[in-house]
């Protein structure tokens, strides 16, 4: 542990030869990918930085044994605390080239190639320039840092054989300059998170093969995590403020814009109808005109002629910009990632290969911090002040991903509620006003009399966990409830032992409660913050009459998470629409070869912009007159409709994608004629 503050490096790595940092996975006739982020640029994973770094210092540990205490330190050992390195991919600004290359293995003995082993590989084109920051927590390790750097001359896969040689430059260390942090005007904080890296926040203590994640950062998550960033600046007798607050659950936002007033887990009784088919080669969702029609099975009773409505899914959420605003439902980005697991030098063990979900990095969340007093909120802020201003990071999930609090803002509404008392959307539409909606903002963990984890609320239930039993001769009753259960898995860091699973109702969860007596009701719960246990973790808080929501409104262009139904999806489906056509006309005929296609894809991914694309396109054109064997092949190729095709697209990139496309639709012909 060392009290001075930690050091921020930035380093450039430029590609000097094609490198190919792969995802293990292929389409269409790509055999192997490389790995790409949110945006749809090439990058290099951390971990593979962060193990060639290892690597080269298990090197020289061969030569100089008393660097292995040091490395301990630097890269933390199995078993026992994280080490002082912690990093992000690498990735780059621009687009990121990429070239196709095409292998085989060669007969023993022979320069022929041996039969069913060619593979097409994607690799970044030389010239790209990546930039990665690493945050060091002992600076007096940045001198073996700075020697292992100097020693990792080559990344990605095919080392051994020319690819993927690389400059590493380190730049100058990002120094740190304290700022002046406002006092807290209310008890109530919210923090607004980023992920640098990709987060996999597990669901099970128990994982298999595919390691399932969370969309969202548990309250207890959180909590813990800021617990270890204080105890890891030597301030570990300043935990007692985590007595007086409570920690909630940080929930995925639709953009990275803070001025969300309301974001909460989809209500479990939105409901939605089922499609109906189109008269279309396309399916429903790639028709354009948005989703089908969303209704709240609370308070609207479906039509027994109707389908059975859909259920909301379990990564979606709704949130809005103002009180009464319209509401906006959305799902935050999770891929699911491969990963092998190399052993150790000299280790006798096994790769092991899983896989993993993971919340795309550049996701933000919004959390709320719940203090006792103002005096409460302002120690925090002060506790926290180099988190709150972007100049550290805490580590979240399975690896520890860091992550950075973008912005602090104090929260004026009152707990427990998120609108008054008869002012919920479309209240004159729904009835009386006596109606009370209680919706779960976070998973609620209740015991019965017999310490049994409850499934539901009920009126004698609900009355003794506020606290006041003279309810329950008021004239209020649920009348409706929409509700499901989900396990509660944690682990003792101190112990070093998972703690015992607890069940709990679901957030999203939802009640009607109706009656005369559904007023006082409402006043009791807004007195109080959260319900049932571990309540500082953000467990049991919730909203009312947050419900009904009657209407879902489109996003903002510029989203870090996706809606349910995106304008990419409809133009990845029209390009494969049309490439199918294409494709369908060579099927026709006796067209280029499935390695003259391979070429025309390799070079159009190569075109930096549309006029090579153009002087691609007229050097296939003209090719069977300037190359009399090779190109007749050509001469059956549809030029002009292609042409055509290409000039509906927005961009280079689904130029680019219609191109490749087309090629996936006819290399599986184009196999069968060449047997």
Avoid at 615 to 631: C, M, S, V, Y
Wanted: aromatic share 6%; net charge positive.
């Amino acid at each position: 542990m060392n009290p001075s503050r930690p050091s921020l490096f930035r380093i450039e790595v430029t590609v000097l030869e094609d490198l190919h940092a792969g995802t293990g996975t292929g389409a269409g006739d790509i055999d192997a990918l490389v790995e790409r982020d949110r945006h749809d640029r090439p990058v290099i994973r951390a971990s593979h930085l962060k193990g060639l770094l290892r690597e080269a210092g298990e090197e020289l540990t061969l030569y100089e044994p008393t660097l292995v205490a040091n490395l301990g330190r630097l890269f933390g050992t199995s078993g026992s605390t994280r080490g002082a390195l912690e990093l992000t991919s690498l990735r780059t600004t621009d687009e990121g080239r990429t070239l196709v290359w095409g292998s085989t293995a060669r007969q023993e003995n022979q320069r022929a190639p041996k039969d069913d082993t060619l593979r097409f590989v994607e690799h970044v084109a030389a010239g790209t320039v990546f930039h990665a920051t690493l945050r060091l927590a002992d600076p007096t390790l940045a001198p073996l840092l700075e020697r292992l750097l100097r020693r990792v001359d080559r990344l990605g896969g095919h080392r051994n054989r020319g690819a993927g040689l690389v400059r590493v430059r380190p730049t100058p260390i990002l120094s740190y300059q304290p700022q002046e942090i406002p006092a807290a005007a209310e008890p109530r904080l919210r923090l607004i998170l980023r992920n640098l890296e990709p987060l996999c926040l597990p669901t099970t203590g128990h994982p298999g093969n595919l390691i399932r994640t969370h969309s969202f950062v548990r309250g207890q998550t959180l909590r813990g995590a800021l617990m270890a960033w204080l105890i890891r600046e030597g301030k570990s007798g300043d935990l007692a403020v985590f007595d007086h607050l409570s920690v909630g659950d940080a929930l995925p936002l639709p953009t990275d814009v803070d001025e969300v007033t309301q974001v909460l887990p989809i209500p479990l009784s939105i409901l939605t109808k089922k499609p109906k088919a189109q008269n279309s080669g396309l399916p429903w969702w790639a028709m354009g005109g948005g989703a089908p029609e969303a209704f709240d099975g609370l308070y609207i009773e479906k039509d027994k002629k109707d389908e059975k409505p859909k259920r909301p899914g379990e990564h979606e959420y709704v949130c809005r910009e103002t009180a009464n605003g319209s509401w906006i439902r959305y799902a935050p980005s999770i891929r699911v990632r491969l990963r092998n697991a190399t052993p150790k030098r000299r280790s006798e063990a096994a790769a092991n290969l899983f896989s993993l979900e993971e919340l795309a990095e550049d996701t933000w969340f919004a959390s709320e911090v719940r203090c006792d007093s103002e005096e409460t909120a302002g120690e925090f802020l002060r506790l926290f002040a180099p988190l709150l201003k972007e100049a550290d990071w805490i580590t979240l999930g399975r690896g520890g991903a860091p992550t950075c609090i973008e912005k602090v803002r104090p929260v004026m509404s009152s707990p427990g509620t998120s609108t008054t008392m008869g002012q919920a959307d479309n209240a004159s539409a729904i009835g009386s006003r006596q109606d009370l909606y209680l919706t779960l903002q976070s998973d609620l963990i209740l015991r019965g009399p017999n310490l049994g984890f409850l499934d539901n609320l009920d009126k004698i239930v609900l009355c003794e966990i506020i606290g006041r039993k003279d309810l329950q001769s008021q004239d209020w009753k649920i009348e409706k409830a929409v509700t499901e259960t989900t396990p509660i898995h944690g682990f003792n860091a101190v112990s070093g032992l998972r703690r015992s699973p607890a069940l709990a109702i679901r957030r999203g969860s939802c009640w009607k409660i109706s009656g005369a007596g559904s007023a006082t009701l409402a006043d009791a719960l807004a007195k109080i913050d959260a319900l049932g246990e571990r309540t500082e973790e953000g467990f049991g808080r919730f909203v009312l009459n947050a419900q009904p929501v009657k209407g879902f409104s489109e996003p903002s262009p510029v989203t870090n998470t996706p809606v349910t139904t995106t304008a990419r999806q409809n133009r990845n489906e029209t390009l494969l629409a049309k490439a199918k056509g294409l494709a369908d006309e060579l099927n026709k005929a006796n067209g280029p070869s499935l390695s003259q296609l391979q070429w025309l894809r390799e070079r159009a991914l190569a075109c930096r912009d549309v006029q090579d694309l153009e002087k691609l396109l007229e050097e296939i054109k003209t090719a069977k007159n300037r190359r009399p064997q090779g190109g007749k092949a050509w001469e059956v190729f549809p030029h002009e409709k292609l042409i055509e095709d290409l000039k509906s697209c927005q961009n280079l990139e689904e130029k680019r994608l219609l191109i490749s496309y087309l090629v996936q639709w006819r290399a599986p012909n184009a196999r069968k004629e060449r047997r």
